[in-house]
């Protein structure tokens, strides 16, 4: 037998297995709209049938990946490399999306159309008048394509009867967010892959006005939304089917974006003396010129955008990875920063949901990150804040002014706010991860999760918003420069209040995703026994359901010293994470040194910790 013509272990040969994928490859071309899919697809299955070594195996086992399955529609929305066929994200995937949304939207809402051309009335009684059309309203971001996806989408939006207001240009997450409740809209699409690599794209989905009733207003979808979507995009024609309408759509002024700004700007405190130097990137997104306004207009002069990275670029050439949490993707800002004597650094992911913060530690106290010798920067003395210390210092700023209402943070993020909301009389709610989540508690006046991402003003968005959260940030750092003190100091302060409580995060990649539950299993079955040396006290499998929330895939460590480990499978990357805690005790009235040792010690333990789940995992420390 040649390559072509082996056998697997269903009995099929090679040869006919590709030929049954060849046909649907064909299929998938004739129905494609877009040209350069149609394209890649045909020299991709030409490289296949050419039985040359290597390459064509190759290609043959890229098809069997792309025609795998559909690209799956979850409370994530859609997101994936923006290749041709039904796994991936392409235009032919979008409009069959679309298609879906607009038919729950119409079904939902009770105007659905019916056989005679006229309106099925679902939610209405005989005599009452017919509901306005679904509204919805439709943002992107830089990346390629994502203005091709979100005219697709209101394009087939328009042709099956809804009132769609396209932004005007590619804007921020958190403004299509902000646009969903200002506008009153019933739904909301985000065409952004948001931190994702360059080869991504996604769509968000929210719902508001009509669709969702009470706090889950203008927040992304949950279940059961998610599943009743899915079945709808199940339900929809083939691409070249689905009715497209040629305008009819509106285009929204620049008022939305002033108006979001305005709402940002309302946050802003007078008490701030405005004497800050702050260097902001946008990683090559589309935040930089939205976060310079709204400083800019807040009074602060002192605002630098670095230049490599100020303008948005879909190829983010100067970063590896268009994360702030990923090594070195700050290193331009912090090399800035040096050089300018700023105080601060502020970083938003390429949608300018998530906020990072750097600053210049006067103690030269490095973080576990860089003991662990992870931290690329090339600045001394400089380091980013983890998002569970952000997290703390906006949720005490918050707590510290609030007469009521509620605090809350996903399961994964430091148990510090959950002390801080105790400490102000407030209560605290943990959630499953995701903002989807945390934006849709009731009573909520500041929620966050340890990945960057922060709720400052939920009666606006409710979402994160790192331009938001940016600003706050912002005015913390300057009333405390003007007290003699800086974000450590506060930090500090937290640690003499409710103990140090420091966190960090550890990640096996897998290229096989049946490893994944596979190593969820295997993690149920044999758990560590201890955690740096500490034992584990309590082995909890968040699949049962705990503590109030829905299961999920996921499991909790707790040791008897209080350290904190949660495991679970990443919603958007084929990862399983560990989320890690430690806490240490410090006294009242600490000095600084002896809150610097407190540091030194959780920073080793954590580091214990992180090679004893690397061992779990079967992967090497990191």
């Known amino acids: ?279 902001v990137t946008p990683l090559h997104g589309v935040g930089g010129a939205v976060v310079e306004s709204v400083l800019r207009t807040a009074g602060y002069t002192d605002v630098f955008l670095v230049p490599e990275q100020a303008e948005p670029d879909p190829a983010f050439p100067t970063v590896a990875f268009p994360n702030p949490e990923e090594p070195g993707a700050i290193d331009l800002s912090l090399a800035y920063a040096q050089t300018l004597d700023a105080d601060l650094v502020i970083a938003n992911d390429p949608d300018a949901d998530r906020c990072a913060v750097a600053v210049r530690d006067p103690r030269a106290v490095l973080d576990h990150a860089k003991n662990a010798g992870r931290d690329t920067a090339p600045s001394d003395g400089w380091r980013m804040l983890h998002g569970d210390e952000v997290g703390a210092l906006l949720g005490e700023l918050v707590a510290s002014s609030a007469t009521g209402g509620l605090l809350a943070s996903s399961i994964v993020s430091s148990r510090l706010l959950g002390r801080i909301a105790a400490a102000h009389g407030l209560d605290h709610a943990s959630t499953l991860t995701g903002f989807k989540w945390i934006s849709r508690v009731d009573g909520l006046v500041f929620g966050y999760e340890e990945a960057l991402g922060y709720c400052v003003d939920p009666g606006q968005v409710r979402d994160k918003d790192g331009i938001s959260a940016a600003l706050r940030m912002v005015q913390l750092a300057d009333t405390l420069k003007a007290q003699g003190r800086t974000l450590v100091d506060a930090l500090d302060d937290l640690a003499r209040a409710h103990g140090l409580h420091l966190t960090d995060q550890l990640s096996a990649r897998f290229t096989d995703l049946a490893q994944i539950p596979a190593t969820m299993q295997r993690l149920r079955t044999a758990p560590p026994a201890s955690l740096a040396g500490s034992a584990v006290v309590e082995t909890v499998d968040l699949s049962d359901g705990v503590d109030g929330l829905p299961p999920t895939d996921g499991l909790r460590l707790l040791a008897e010293d209080g350290s904190r480990v949660i495991v679970r499978p990443s919603g958007t990357e084929p990862k399983v994470k560990c989320y890690l805690e430690v806490v240490v005790p410090v006294a009242g009235d600490a000095s600084v040194d002896e809150v610097s040792e407190a540091r030194h010690v959780a920073s080793a333990r954590l580091q214990a910790i992180r090679a004893d789940m690397s061992a779990a995992l079967g992967i090497a420390p990191a």
């Open 1 to 279: 037998m040649t390559s072509t013509e082996s056998t697997d272990s269903t009995g099929v040969t090679a040869a006919e297995d590709l030929d049954a994928l060849a046909r649907r490859v064909e299929a998938w071309i004739a129905d494609d709209p877009d040209a350069f899919s149609r394209n890649e697809l045909t020299a991709l299955l030409a490289t296949a049938r050419s039985g040359e070594e290597h390459v064509g195996e190759a290609a043959v086992e890229d098809l069997r990946d792309r025609f795998s399955g559909s690209l799956q529609f979850g409370t994530a929305g859609l997101r994936g490399a923006m290749q041709a066929g039904p796994n991936r994200m392409n235009r032919a995937v979008i409009l069959r999306a679309a298609a879906g949304l607009a038919a729950y939207l119409v079904g939902s809402l009770g105007d659905e159309p019916g056989a005679d051309g006229g309106h099925k009335h679902g939610l209405l009684h005989r005599h009452e008048v017919a509901p306005t059309r679904p509204k919805i309203v439709v943002g992107y971001d830089a990346r390629h394509n994502s203005h091709t996806y979100a005219l697709d989408s209101a394009a087939v939006f328009t042709a099956a009867g809804l009132d769609v207001v396209l932004l005007p240009s590619a804007l921020p997450t958190p403004v299509l967010a902000f646009a969903v409740r200002h506008l009153d809209a019933d739904a909301g699409v985000m065409v952004t892959a948001s931190h994702n690599p360059p080869a991504d794209n996604g769509y968000k989905v929210y719902l508001g006005g009509r669709a969702v009733t009470g706090s889950g207003q203008g927040a992304q979808i949950v279940p059961p939304f998610d599943a009743l979507i899915a079945a709808k995009i199940a339900a929809a024609p083939a691409a070249a089917q689905v009715p497209r309408a040629e305008d009819g759509w509106s285009i929204a002024g620049p008022e939305v974006l002033e108006a979001y700004l305005a709402s940002v700007g309302r946050l802003a405190v007078d008490e701030a003396p405005r004497d800050l130097k702050v260097v």
